[in-house]
């Protein structure tokens, strides 16, 4: 199977082509957004952190912007620093270049402060943007798809009907070649024991059992258990009533193959098929990090809605309760409440959602890209110094 997207240097493939205005730190979110608003098939990606970070923390800040620069839906990057901050402006601009695309620094300090920075990034990003409209889109095999998988606001029709539906599209792109992000580390408590029996081998089990005994131990040290803290308040209200109930709910987006790798938060995959992130529940934090490992498209499951999109990839939102379809339908693009409802299969449904996966992947909105949602954050290992 094919879809059309843009062939990049380096051989990956995006859904999207975007002009990226990547703000290196929170104090330089201003400028970025100036600069994205004013140029149009410009997106900004700007966060709250970025410095008075240490050790794995700022290596992971610093990852995660360098990733989210590598996405293949970003054509060209324009890098905005403020000139002091912890992160190194010049390493992510470095490992942006390695995949082949145009990218420039912008320093607010070295500029001379706001007014001036705006100037030159509109400019560079302009003359970015004049570029990548003369690129022409080009038939490229399905197994370059990178899939994240994300659910937030979930209630009781998640995990019987939005989510396995997820996990029938998601058995579907690995059989064609693709590669399938499950994030949501603690939304596995509970069920971890259930996918470390699908590890293609022992290692990747073990680093899946201790990334969820690690979340588990962070949430003791702040005097909270998660096995009693969970499901939310939302997730109760929505008809969930253990944290085991959500996790095997939330496992069903993950399909039926084998896990082949575990990864790190914003960690690019090395393998194809079935990959597992480890990432917060925090819906934003978690979308980003897959963005940051390569993801190109997001399937996004909700029962009681959400409306959170991204700034490089267009996120699809499914819920499979009739009331929140009805409710939010501008948010929702995919309504599986039929499925509950007994007028459709889930194989009929399942097959409705990969095909709009393709449709969006080929260039058609979702609801989150139409509406100007580009929430994105960078979770932390660490606090502030």
Request: with cysteine; charged share 20%.
């Amino acid at each position: 199977m094919k879809f059309n997207g843009y062939l990049r240097e380096n051989g990956a493939a995006g859904t999207r082509n975007h002009v990226l205005v990547l703000s290196c730190v929170s104090c330089a979110n201003h400028v970025s957004r100036k600069i994205a608003d004013a140029v149009e098939g410009a997106v900004c990606f700007c966060h709250d952190t970025g410095c008075t970070q240490m050790g794995t923390d700022l290596e992971q800040t610093q990852r995660t912007l360098a990733g989210a620069g590598k996405n293949p839906n970003a054509g060209a990057v324009v890098v905005v620093s403020l000139g002091c901050e912890g992160v190194s402006a010049e390493k992510i601009v470095e490992e942006i270049k390695q995949t082949g695309k145009p990218v420039e620094l912008v320093r607010i300090q070295t500029c001379g402060g706001t007014s001036a920075a705006t100037a030159k990034g509109i400019e560079t990003a302009k003359a970015f943007r004049k570029e990548l409209d003369k690129l022409e889109k080009t038939e490229i095999d399905a197994s370059q798809l990178v899939l994240g998988l994300e659910c937030g606001g979930s209630d009781f029709t998640s995990g019987i009907v939005s989510n396995p539906l997820v996990g029938y599209v998601a058995d579907r792109l690995v059989k064609l070649g693709g590669t399938v992000i499950l994030s949501e580390t603690t939304e596995m408590i509970g069920a971890e024991h259930l996918l470390a029996a699908r590890a293609r081998c022992p290692e990747v089990a073990d680093k899946l059992l201790a990334a969820v005994e690690n979340v588990e131990q962070q949430a003791k040290n702040m005097n909270e258990d998660l096995r009693g803290s969970q499901p939310t308040p939302g997730n109760i209200e929505g008809g969930l009533s253990t944290i085991e109930e959500k996790s095997l709910g939330c496992l069903a987006k993950a399909g039926s193959t084998a896990v082949n790798e575990m990864l790190e938060y914003a960690q690019i995959p090395a393998a194809k098929g079935l990959v597992i992130m480890d990432t917060p529940g925090y819906d934003v934090e978690s979308v980003t990090g897959m963005l940051a490992g390569g993801a190109q498209v997001v399937l996004f499951t909700t029962g009681r809605g959400t409306p959170v999109g991204s700034p490089t990839a267009p996120v699809i939102k499914i819920t499979g309760n009739a009331q929140t379809a009805q409710r939010m339908a501008e948010n929702i693009d995919f309504d599986a409440s039929p499925v509950l409802e007994g007028k459709e299969s889930l194989e009929e449904a399942g097959e409705k959602l990969f095909e709009l996966l393709m449709r969006v992947v080929n260039g058609e909105q979702s609801c989150a890209e139409r509406l100007g949602h580009c929430e994105s954050a960078i979770t932390r290992k660490g606090p502030s110094f």
